[in-house]
């Protein structure tokens, strides 16, 4: 084996200790590596930190990846503006010392609400939520006062302009919404952006050709005076969301004799910057992990508007030491005809003190086809705190003392009520159109009943007597059948009042002999859905779709020739169509576990159909 020269053999293993001892070697240069942190998701418009705040740290060149400029410096501090996958490189003359894959998704727009904001209405997204929104109200109110309406409310115009041309500094991945603060006496707007330097100028531009005026502030917000002189507004972005603070243009010291609310706790103050303060003073998650409104979001169906509001502080009903309502959350979602509301009232104890009520024995047994309904279904002494206040009340007091200068027992009749009152509209279509044909005008045909459940009749019939004694009106009473009847006529039209044992009932209008009955709150439940307008429900409907069946089934009607009912059935129906696309709407409240259950709905009649000027 050859020798090998000992000029060779001695560089050799001077480089091989050279790379075992590397730049850790004494005199050598240390190598560069940039802080970057392991691939991970954030969220757009918040600053991600990179690099190192150590003293003395490398002067590094950072390049986002997203197509903004590069930067110098130790560290970088870069707000993404739009969603997507971006790799950041950390360079050090000219050579790659560090790389990390960041995944930016839309910021929520809760995480851009302060924790302590007591009621929020909001869009989760833009796309898909604002457009079925838009185009049921449109349906609803019609394209020219849609487009009105819509253009006027705060921020609106810039969401609207940027859907329609599918680009601009609107984010159509975040949200758009209005809270308020308790310290603050006004509404906060935000929205999420893309561009919010752009966004601010679109925004201003926007307010000065409504005739307000733009001033900058000189710390990167704008002040908006309005038009009409009020209270000033605050513009400004943080985050990825542009805020409008709108002040309470009446809010100040109340006038004298002006009631204070019960919910009242610490009076707000119409500042502007009280609501920057609490919007750049926001850390962590905001008001999206909220306890309450996790609670609450679990019980609530998805939507595409959703409201929150939590209990004020200190917050009571008449009568009582605390509130036991917690907060409420509801959801609204649209479809093409329909809008369909589910909402959720948290308590901390069983509202109305557990007790229920039957359900009303007149939608048990009436005449069908009603265009109206109500029913009251709860417990006597909660429906007495609608009419007398609670126990204790100053106003209960003095309800109490009043009846008893009369000679009247007001314990005695809560006792008589049994906690049910029903009330059902039906309209007269053959009276309607033969005083419509007559009278070329029209005017307001058909029957309420009213019926309420009764425990005795005693204290009912005390104070129907004593009331009418003494007044004006003419009446007769007898006794019939079943109780006591009153009989009497008001604005032309006949009105009987009969009191038996067990329910009061009257009947106001033309009598409803000849129509079809049975149970009525099961054919509302049937239409409505859910159980609305049964035991322990509070439930109200109105049904316009019905008041067009009636026009519609008149085939003939006495005095009118079959040419000019045609002629005013037309008519009718064409005004109808014109000014109420409604086809029916109801709301319905019951007791539930931990709290109470709202549901409620609007439904368009069949074709109708607005505009596309938002568009």
Known sequence: MPLVPRSVRSSAALLVLMAAVGPWASGCRRAVRAEMGDDRVVEAGVPVELGSREEGAPVLSWEPGDGTPSARGPRLSHAFARPGVYSVRALHEGQEVGRVQLTVVPRPLLRAVPAEAQTVLWMPTLRGNMEALVDFYERLVGPEESENALRDAPLVALVLESLAQSSGVVDPEEGFGLFLLPAFDGVVALLGVTEPEAAMQAVAQELESSGHQVSPTGDGAMRVVPADSGEPMLLFVDRGYLYLAIPDSDSGELEAGEPVSVLAVEPAVADVEVARGAVRGLEGPGLSESALYQELRAKVAEGHVHLYSSALKGGAEAGEK????????????????????????????????????????????????????????????????????????????????????????????????????????????PGFLKSFVQNHRPEPRGTVLIDAGLTSAEPVLRLLDEHLDGSLLRFRAENVPGGKMYRTMLRGFPVQLLVGAQRATLLAGEPLDGRPRGDVGRALRERLGGEAFGAGHQSLMADLGQLRADLDAQHAVPGVTAERLASAQGLVKAVLERFLPLDSAFMDFSLAEGGARLKGGLRLREGARGGQGWR
């Open 322 to 429: 605390e509130s036991p309502v917690r907060g409420f959350m509801a959801s609204l979602a649209v479809q093409s005809e329909r809008m369909t509301l589910d909402g959720f009232l948290a308590s901390s104890r069983p509202l109305f003190h557990g007790a229920n009520a039957p359900a009303s024995a007149l939608l048990a047994d009436s005449a069908l086809g009603p265009v109206a309904a109500a029913q009251l279904s709860v417990p006597p002494e909660e429906l007495a705190k609608l009419v007398f206040g609670a126990p204790g009340s100053p106003l209960r007091e003095r309800v109490v003392e009043r009846w008893r200068s009369r000679g009247l027992d007001p314990e005695a009749l809560l006792k008589a009520l049994r906690g049910d009152v029903a009330v059902l509209v039906y309209f007269d279509a």
